[in-house]
């Protein structure tokens, strides 16, 4: 278990902020990078995004805290993050990329630490705010975001050895990928269903001749 949450794991994470092109080919190419921590950071933001959305001030909170559920929210994510993985993974093998699955998830979850980061910011910032500073809170939020979308496509680029408009055609292909994954789901679901319901119907009918 100490080698996923290692002092050389978490040092990559810190420098992937100021290094990115050097820390994604570190992560790819020499084994730095920890799946544990990476879904430690999408559990890190599911808990920051509850936070902001039960306590950011009145000013920019359209969310009505009693109905946010962590649970809900951590769920999501946790399901968005899987179905990316697995759809950019999938895509990128038709397309000759180099990254593994287990790079993927690393890059997607390493990405989120400053969205994470700044999300908390601007939390704290809300607080104290008027309604003619809200935009300095959507510019902090903004901030995190487009950081996170940088370091989410060069992490991509580096691992399958991309250039910058493959990278983002497969990102859009991923799109697609994750619902045709979905729509799959739901057709076994509720072939699953119509079979259970059909065997019951039988049991009911044998039950009771």
Known sequence: MSKYFSKEKWKMLLYLLSHPADGFYEIRHNDKGSVPIA?????????????????SGFVVNNTEPNSVDILS??????VGYILFSVGNWSITCLMSGEGRLKDIMITIGYSTLPMSFFTVIATVFSWGITEEEAAFYNMIIGIGTVWTVFLALLGIMTVHNFTLLKTIATVVCTIFAMAIIIFIYLMFTDLIGQVITFFKSVYTELIFR
């Open 73 to 78: 929210v951590t769920f999501g994510w946790i």
């Open 39 to 55: 879904i430690l950071m999408i559990l890190l933001y599911s808990v920051v995004i509850t936070f902001n959305m039960m306590s």
